[in-house]
């Protein structure tokens, strides 16, 4: 399946929109200033599917994305799509003139956290402002050109695309740092596909609740998928927002949802008392 229109976390030159533009080159972009709105515009049909970041491999899940889905925003994952993160500092070509040091910083909070280490040491004193997204930090210097001397944490896209001047490649602190997206569509037997990109393998993720909240409980789910050999690749615990206490359970298991075990399997859950939603089935792909 290639999308005809994509919607995506914007504005232009996000990470989310590089990984839109590497792998589905031929479709046209929307920009969506946030998260939920990138996905309700997929509900509600204004594009056909979305493109949204999902973990961080530094700083973890994104929590938006993962509570949207699951308490108001119920689409498919039909796709998986895995970028290497390169950040750089970026500044306005006026300060290349000027000069002097920085006073503030401007990006989205999981971009500054990446570079913690390199702006301590560089720029102790310099003021931390989180935004939107990357793209919308480099946007702000190239709109505003602030009095103050400031900079943007971004990538080469954002660069190119606002016209500024990169002041410091690579200043992430890890050099294994990437993102995970995840694809939306209404329709779960959309699965994309590329001709460029060679497939790691399909991946099926359930959201699972607990039967009871006894000793041991958790156990049983994981004996379910233990006994029968199905590898996950992921657990991850969110609040069910309806009490203290009360969580559900993202499991991604890294088999095809036709694999003779999964289905067997997802009745053996029932029958423990959980409660078992098919979240998606899908390709996962890595993107250079």
């Given at each position: 399946?290639?999308?005809?229109?994509?919607?995506?976390?914007?504005?232009?030159?996000?990470?989310?929109?590089?990984?839109?533009?590497?792998?589905?080159?031929?479709?046209?972009?929307?920009?969506?200033?946030?998260?939920?709105?990138?996905?309700?515009?997929?509900?509600?049909?204004?594009?056909?599917?979305?493109?949204?970041?999902?973990?961080?491999?530094?700083?973890?899940s994104v929590n938006v994305t993962l509570d949207y889905l699951i308490h108001d925003?119920?689409?498919?994952?039909?796709?998986?799509?895995?970028?290497?993160?390169?950040?750089?500092?970026?500044?306005?070509?006026?300060?290349?003139k000027n000069g002097g040091e920085l006073e503030v910083i401007y990006s989205h909070?999981?971009?500054?956290?990446?570079?913690?280490?390199?702006?301590?040491?560089?720029?102790?004193?310099?003021?931390?402002?989180?935004?939107?997204?990357?793209?919308?930090a480099a946007k702000l210097i190239s709109d505003h050109r602030l009095s103050k001397?400031?900079?943007?944490?971004?990538?080469?896209?954002?660069?190119?695309?606002?016209?500024?001047?990169?002041?410091?490649?690579?200043?992430?602190?890890?050099?294994?740092?990437?993102?995970?997206?995840?694809?939306?569509?209404?329709?779960?037997?959309?699965?994309?596909?590329?001709?460029?990109?060679?497939?790691?393998?399909?991946?099926?993720?359930?959201?699972?609740?607990?039967?009871?909240?006894?000793?041991?409980?958790?156990?049983?789910?994981?004996?379910?998928?233990?006994?029968?050999?199905?590898?996950?690749?992921?657990?991850?615990?969110?609040?069910?927002?309806?009490?203290?206490?009360?969580?559900?359970?993202?499991?991604?298991?890294?088999?095809?949802?036709?694999?003779?075990?999964?289905?067997?399997?997802?009745?053996?859950?029932?029958?423990?008392?959980?409660?078992?939603?098919?979240?998606?089935?899908?390709?996962?792909?890595?993107?250079?």
């Amino acid at each position: 399946m290639k999308p005809s229109q994509i919607g995506f976390l914007g504005p232009k030159a996000t990470f989310t929109d590089l990984a839109v533009t590497k792998f589905f080159p031929d479709s046209e972009k929307k920009a969506f200033a946030t998260i939920p709105e990138c996905m309700d515009a997929v509900l509600n049909g204004s594009v056909e599917a979305a493109v949204v970041p999902l973990e961080n491999a530094i700083e973890g899940s994104v929590n938006v994305t993962l509570d949207y889905l699951i308490h108001d925003c119920p689409l498919p994952i039909v796709g998986e799509l895995t970028i290497p993160i390169r950040q750089h500092l970026l500044v306005h070509t006026d300060h290349l003139k000027n000069g002097g040091e920085l006073e503030v910083i401007y990006s989205h909070s999981h971009a500054i956290a990446q570079c913690h280490k390199y702006l301590h040491t560089h720029y102790p004193e310099a003021v931390y402002e989180p935004t939107s997204s990357t793209a919308a930090a480099a946007k702000l210097i190239s709109d505003h050109r602030l009095s103050k001397k400031a900079a943007c944490i971004a990538n080469s896209l954002a660069a190119k695309e606002y016209k500024l001047a990169v002041l410091q490649e690579d200043i992430h602190d890890y050099d294994n740092n990437h993102t995970k997206f995840i694809v939306l569509h209404r329709d779960q037997n959309k699965m994309i596909q590329s001709e460029v990109y060679e497939s790691s393998g399909e991946k099926t993720t359930l959201m699972v609740t607990l039967p009871t909240d006894h000793s041991g409980a958790l156990h049983q789910v994981l004996s379910v998928f233990a006994w029968r050999k199905l590898n996950l690749s992921k657990i991850e615990s969110r609040p069910m927002k309806t009490g203290l206490g009360n969580y559900f359970f993202i499991i991604d298991v890294n088999e095809e949802m036709n694999h003779p075990l999964i289905p067997p399997a997802i009745e053996e859950l029932e029958s423990l008392g959980s409660s078992v939603k098919i979240l998606g089935k899908y390709h996962s792909y890595s993107i250079k």
